[in-house]
C-alpha cells in the first residue's frame, strides 16, 4: 500500500512540475523592429529574460503578434515549428550567423566573441565585415539596441520603454 501511494505522490508530482511556467528574472516592454527578407514585424513588445531562455512577444493593436523562444540552441516561433539555431539562422537570417547570436542581440550582449568590439560613453559598438557574407553594425548604448546586416537586408530594433 505505501509503495502505492509512493508511486501515485510522484505521479503527481510529475505531472504537476509540467505545468509550472517558466521563471523570467527581467521584463522589459520595447519597440520591437524584426526585419529580414522573409518576416517584418515591428510594433511594441515583451523581452522576457531567464537563467536559459530569453522570450521576445510582438503585439499589434494590443493583440500577440508573434512570439520567439531562444533556449537550448532552439528558436520557436508562434509561425514555425521549433527548430536548431543553426537551421534558423540559415533560413530566416544567414547561414553564417553563430548560434547564440539572437539570444545575445536581444539580450544587448556582444556578439561574434567582441570582434571589431568598441566601448562608448553609454554602451558599446561592433563593425564586422566579411566579404559576401555580412556587413554588420551592432550598437548598443542606452536602452536602444540597433543590428543591421545590409547584405542580408537584416534589421533589428529594439528600443526599450521607461
Known sequence: MKKYRFLVLLLALIWISGCVQRVYTKQNSALIVFKTPTYRYADMGFIYEGKEEIKVEIYSSGKPLTSMKLSGGQVCMNTLQCMPESSFNARVLSRHYPEGLLRNVFGGRAIFDKEGYTTTRNGFTQKLYQSGKY????????????????????????????
Open 135 to 162: 556587413d554588420i553594425e551592432y550598437t548598443v548604448l542606452n536602452r536602444q539596441i540597433v543590428f543591421r546586416d545590409t547584405i542580408n537586408d537584416i534589421l533589428i530594433k529594439v528600443q526599450q520603454q521607461g
